[in-house]
């Protein structure tokens, strides 16, 4: 499958990614950058709610139902979605109706209704939708470590918003965010998939997409890392999430892209380790691995697993052993870095045979790094990785330790101390 994607502007400035596929079908994904990280202690949730809005009617297409309905009835299908640092409308469609969804889309952004029966009644399903995300234990879990390890940032802040932010939305207000909140300069257009004309395309997108105003929007990036060692008590839950976090040591920049790869490569082999130590020899826990945590300016690695209170001083003491052992004492092998490069075949493959994730990836990489995604470019970074190079790029990777982050029933381990005196 080639990957061959092309960028443009539209008068506007509208960044527009045209990602042409050899498939039946096309994905389209509008994104705004501004998100929940954006808004003000009044403002908490507004965007999520606006996102809902925009789905619940224009004059063409008066109601959920409908819009639902005229899309289904042409082959396709259509969301939206709002997160920390955006909004976004998204859809697929057989790609000769692309004009469809494309039409859809930018109806919905230009012409939804904000009615305010609408927004009287989509209150209650919010506030329904806020109640199932506190008992959501694996969203408790992030924002408690939002909340403590950046300091309650912009990025602590709750998509959702409270329950007070929530009931005060007016019609009025939403408008008013929706037009200082959303312009060219902030917005991208990805379409991943059979493009059957690119220059008609571009012709449509302009035709529709033109009226959206240019002006500059500042975005919320603050989100300094703070050391937390701490337990978010939940007496409902049988097992005790656990997270070891370090801060990333290197910038999020674009110069340090093959950087990243090494760490990243290191990661997954610390992982399959971890994985055999802790599950395979000692029976410990289901799974174990790394994830992170963080956002494009700050950003914290972590040990990541779940298991019963009783195990947990016996976990963090073998993490330390295998952490501090593939430093020094058991290097990591050539076999285990060709091993790496092998698993992630199959991962590139669904890569590239994803119109949606092309979409997502394009969307993402060019918001943060201002550049079109090159997956070529990339990839033969990563086949290039020596193990000379991964240790270059992680041997200050366990020295700057920012957290252990658990939520559960109650423990009286500290765990702290448990590392440090195991990471030898």
Known sequence: MKFEPKLHKLSNGLTI???PMDIETTSMKFSSQTGGRDESDSELGITHFMEHIFMKGTASHPSARSIKDYVENNAGTINASTGNSRINIYGR???HNLPVLAELISDLLKNSLFDKKVIENEKT?????YRRSRDDMDAEYFYFQAENLFNSSGFAHRTLGTPETIQSFTSEQLLKYKDSRM??????ICISGKIENISATL????ELFAWLPSFDVSSNSDADITPAFVHNLKTGQKNIKLRIGFTDILPQTFENIFNGQCVSRFEGILSRRLHDKVRNENGLVYGIGTTGIGNEISHINQISTTSGPENLEKIVALCANVSAEILSKRPITQEELVTDRTRRLLGDADFLESSTRRCDQLIGFYKKYKRLYDY???????KSITLEDIYENVKDFFSNPVGII???PEFDIDLKPVWENNFK
């Open 17 to 19: 990614i045209l990602d």
């Open 93 to 95: 469609i057989l790609s």
């Open 125 to 129: 399903v919010i506030l329904d939708e």
């Open 183 to 188: 312009s060219a300069n902030n917005s991208i």
């Open 203 to 206: 012709e449509k997108l302009e």
């Open 376 to 382: 070529y470019e990339i990839t033969r970074m990563g």
């Open 406 to 408: 658990t939520q559960g």
